[in-house]
């Protein structure tokens, strides 16, 4: 079920979001409307803080629009329950990131190419997995969420954009 998203004014986002301690029906169903709301506004990437629970959760997935020109391959849906960044790559880059949480404003945040995770998938396994380039940057700003951390804390020039 598609939910609200929290939007930048909420104090809410800076809190840190507390770990499941078991990955059951509630959690999946929470997981669910992660999904959802992610999907309905276009997004690619959600943590649960933003739909207004404080648990450590995250969704993300990126389909490139048919005819599209952008050449950032697809990144397939995956839900991470308690993710833990175990390694980041000391190679960084900048780069434009905006948030659902932050309509319609851009700004050029430098995150790490590479990192390696640590988490719950939605049925409660643990998994480790390497991810890069657009991904690694997903999740990286997906599990500051998790933390209280917005990405206009990490701008690297101070400056916020739009094209509208
Ligand atoms: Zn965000």
Same mark, same amino acid.
């Given at each position: 079920?598609?939910?609200? %998203?929290?939007?930048?004014?909420?104090?809410?986002?800076?809190?840190?979001?507390?770990?499941?301690?078991?990955?059951?029906?509630?959690?999946?169903?929470?997981?669910?409307?992660?999904?959802?709301?992610? =999907?309905?506004?276009?997004? %690619?990437?959600?943590?649960?803080?933003?739909?207004?629970?404080?648990?450590?959760?995250?969704?993300?997935?990126?389909?490139?629009?048919?005819?599209?020109?952008?050449?950032?391959?697809?990144?397939?849906?995956?839900?991470?329950?308690?993710?833990?960044?175990?390694?980041?790559?000391?190679?960084?880059?900048?780069?434009?990131?905006?948030?659902?949480?932050?309509?319609?404003?851009?700004?050029? %945040?430098?995150?790490?190419?590479?990192? =390696?995770?640590?988490?719950?998938?939605?049925?409660?396994?643990?998994?480790?997995?390497?991810?890069?380039?657009?991904?690694?940057?997903?999740?990286?700003?997906? %599990?500051?969420?998790?933390?209280?951390?917005?990405?206009?804390?990490?701008?690297?020039?101070?400056?916020?954009?739009?094209?509208?």
């Amino acid at each position: 079920m598609k939910r609200k %998203v929290v939007l930048y004014n909420n104090p809410l986002l800076l809190k840190k979001s507390a770990p499941v301690r078991e990955v059951n029906a509630a959690i999946q169903k929470l997981a669910h409307n992660l999904i959802d709301t992610m =999907r309905a506004n276009n997004g %690619v990437g959600l943590s649960a803080p933003q739909i207004g629970m404080l648990k450590r959760i995250i969704a993300y997935e990126y389909k490139r629009p048919k005819g599209s020109k952008d050449i950032t391959p697809n990144v397939p849906l995956r839900v991470l329950i308690n993710p833990e960044i175990i390694k980041l790559s000391k190679k960084t880059k900048v780069d434009e990131e905006g948030c659902l949480s932050f309509p319609d404003l851009f700004g050029q %945040v430098k995150r790490s190419t590479g990192i =390696r995770v640590r988490a719950l998938n939605s049925k409660g396994k643990l998994i480790e997995f390497d991810a890069k380039d657009f991904e690694a940057r997903i999740i990286q700003h997906e %599990v500051d969420h998790l933390d209280g951390i917005l990405f206009i804390q990490k701008l690297t020039d101070n400056k916020l954009y739009t094209y509208k």
